[in-house]
């Protein structure tokens, strides 16, 4: 039995990536993710696959310049409302410029979903993938420090502001920033930063992935 799927592909002048996804995997619906500059060449194309492949496809604009950022909007949103009505959901990256794929490739990293492009001979590849998503692995507390931070600005000066802003206490924020032998930290997992600042004090940074992470939830 064929499961529903559900392809999410990024849109750019060499559209014959995106052809190489439909014929290589089930396909039951697409969006395409594009760039403004690209509104009318995006609507002609979604209307001739329309025609000919009578499936049902949606497009959503990539805001520029944080390109990543909206992206990951975007497939969260998908995931959300439309993730339900089918078995599985991929990625294709094979069209579009640079940026437009790292961006959809960091959505299906955070997000464990399959992503796949094309070789230099037009066939479709699949790419390496977390089989879970970072939502699976990082816990609720550290997912409440990482929005505690970003409503702070996106930087804190210490594990002191750092308590007063999370809930937490200092030994419990050290644990989930910085890790253990047995458990990675925010720093480890490459969610923030931190700086050694006077007086014993760290600065803690949510950096892009941080930023990401907590822009699905």
Sequence with gaps: MVQRTLQIATFGDDQEGI?????????????????EEDKNKVEKFAGNLRDTLGIPISL?????????????????EIIKTEGSQFEQILINVSAGDKMIGCAALSCAFVNGITA???DPS????????????YNEIISDAKIKILNAIDKAGGKIESLGELTKTSGFGKPLLSYHIHGSAESKGLVQLGLVDTERMERGKSRITLNTLGKMLISTK
């Design 60 to 76: 959503k604009l990539i805001s520029q310049p944080d390109i990543i950022r909206s992206a990951m909007e975007h497939v969260s």
């Design 116 to 118: 796949f492009g094309t």
């Design 122 to 133: 037009g066939n479709a590849m699949l790419l390496p993938i977390l089989k879970l998503s």
């Design 19 to 35: 052809l190489s996804g439909l014929r290589n995997f089930p396909i039951h619906k697409l969006i395409l993710l594009h760039y």
